[in-house]
């Protein structure tokens, strides 16, 4: 039985080191692979799975460990990578507003309060906020800063959130009102090369580069770039609050699988 072992990294960039960035991905889509450049990614299609199907989709959040959603001792809603692709959300909060029972409240242009089961506030700290079964809470507040907390969405495999108190048990500290497991697609899943891009009123400009690749046998690594320039909001009166950003980021990460007879 073969170990796996993961690693990621997520980090913001300025302006100066943009040309950097690409460059390196330019470097990695010149380096040789025996994956195919661009490629059509093969996705399950929810719509026309039976509700048997549906029941049977395999979750970790609860018990953490691999269990079918229709087992799960707990109220569990499962985002799927199709389910973001088809609303067209930018965001991982946005994507958040899919979820019943999750109050998701936009502050301003790039600031959320996001809690489940009432007492919503940009610092609530009873919800458990998980990236790959890594705590994301800042320990300033014991909260999460959403708008740091970005990927390309095209590398999220899922997103499981626990409604309730039934993950304390497990999760312990923050995991009162719930759980929220990100859950990213292993780095084998995304090989090749990806570009997304597009354009409109509140999100005036937004893209996103990611590259995939394999070293030797046992291991593989993707790293990406992405970027978009959010338009500002405006306050009751109808006058623009200034609050407009615009944010270059870039990441990777790196899986590698150690053999039986290795260990």
């Known amino acids: 039985m073969n170990k796996k072992y993961g690693h990621s990294r997520q980090l913001s960039i300025g302006w100066s080191s943009c040309l950097c960035v690409f460059l390196l991905l330019g470097l990695a889509h010149a380096a040789p692979t025996s994956q195919t450049a661009f490629r059509t990614e093969q996705r399950p299609d929810f719509a026309e799975m039976t509700l048997e199907e549906l ?40 994507a958040l507003r899919m979820v019943p029972g999750l109050q998701v409240a936009r502050i301003n242009a790039n600031a959320w309060a996001i809690t ?24 300033a507040f014991s909260g999460v800063y959403w708008d740091v907390q970005d990927t390309l969405l095209e590398d999220v495999d899922r997103i499981e959130v626990i ?25 084998k899943d995304t090989q090749g090369a990806l570009v997304s891009a597009g354009s409109g009123t509140d999100e005036q400009g937004f893209g996103g580069v990611r590259y995939g690749g ?28 200034a609050d407009d950003w615009d944010v270059l980021r870039a990441g990777f990460r790196a899986d590698w699988e150690v053999r039986a007879d290795n260990v």
Do not use: H
């Open 55 to 94: 029941m049977n989709i395999e979750i970790t959040s609860v018990s953490r460990r691999p269990q079918r959603l229709s087992e799960a001792a707990a109220a569990v809603f499962v985002i799927t990578q199709e389910d973001i692709r088809r609303s067209g959300t930018t965001s991982i909060p946005e």
């Open 116 to 139: 489940a089961r009432g007492f919503n506030g940009r610092f609530a700290n009873k919800l458990l906020v998980l990236m790959d079964g890594r705590s994301l809470y800042t320990p």
């Open 163 to 187: 409604r309730g108190p039934g993950g304390a048990t497990l999760w312990g500290a923050n995991a009162v009102n719930g759980v929220i497991n990100i859950i990213t697609r292993q780095a």
């Open 214 to 241: 394999k070293v030797g046998d046992d291991a593989y690594y993707r790293i990406y770039a992405k970027y978009f320039n959010r338009d500002g909001g405006v306050d009751a009166s109808g006058d623009d609050t």
